[in-house]
């Protein structure tokens, strides 16, 4: 039977101190797992990604009934369809995918209308910018990394719009790369680029508030 190494703490690591070669080969371990429908796999990764990925559901609904009922179908899907996954992408990426997937057909469900618009529609947020991020620059989340104010973290993060809100979670929360972002949410990479640099923009003053308000009680 495979085994899932254990998740390390919230983020107590980034992408870059990933071993890829150690991740491709368990994408592809995973990959041939569900294929032959290895018992007990599926309840490994239940148990390794059941809170990222119930998470990624709230902050994408902003409903906790919706996305525990969604999160639900998410692993009927894993388990449906576990033999598309060909391990060439991480296996959250993939968990990710179909869970905002999942998310898009119930919003159409339930309002009539499709949410690509929501999710994927163009806006001047949405327009190519001409920056980079430097991968050692400081993100308005280190400072409460090690904070116990996650609710607050969670606040600021809900009181964003969709796009710079998924973003904002599948970078810091998720650690994905902008090019795994990018495959989930079906964006041009600039489009990613985009939206984190707004987010990141828009939540860093909340963030600050949180700090100060907090420093004034001590």
């Given at each position: 039977m495979s085994t899932i190494p254990s998740v390390q703490p919230f983020f107590a690591r980034t992408s870059a101190q990933v071993d890829q070669a150690q991740v491709r080969q368990e994408s592809?371990?995973?990959?041939?797992g569900l294929k032959r429908q290895e018992a007990g796999l599926l309840d490994q990764l239940i148990v390794r990604y059941q809170h990222?990925?119930?998470r990624y559901l709230l902050y994408l609904t902003g409903n906790r009934e919706?996305?525990?009922?969604?999160?639900?179908?998410?692993?009927?899907?894993?388990?449906?369809r576990g033999a598309q996954f060909n391990g060439q992408a991480r296996f959250d990426t993939w968990l990710f995918t179909i869970a905002r997937n999942l998310v898009i057909d119930q919003k159409r469900k339930r309002t009539m209308s499709s949410l690509d618009e929501l999710f994927e529609g163009g806006s001047d947020d949405d327009r190519p910018m001409s920056f980079e991020i430097a991968d050692g620059e400081p993100t308005p989340f280190d400072r409460f990394a090690n904070l116990e104010d996650r609710q607050r973290i969670a606040a600021a993060l809900l009181q964003l719009d969709t796009l710079h809100r998924e973003v904002l979670v599948l970078r810091f929360h998720e650690e994905l790369s902008l090019e795994e972002i990018a495959k989930v949410t079906r964006a041009p990479l600039s489009t990613v680029k985009s939206r984190l640099y707004r987010g990141m923009t828009a939540i860093k003053p909340k963030l600050e508030r949180n700090r100060l308000r907090r420093q004034e009680a001590v």
């Open positions: 592809l371990a995973v990959s041939e990222r990925l119930l919706m996305a525990e009922d969604l999160f639900q179908e998410v692993w009927m899907r894993v388990m449906v």
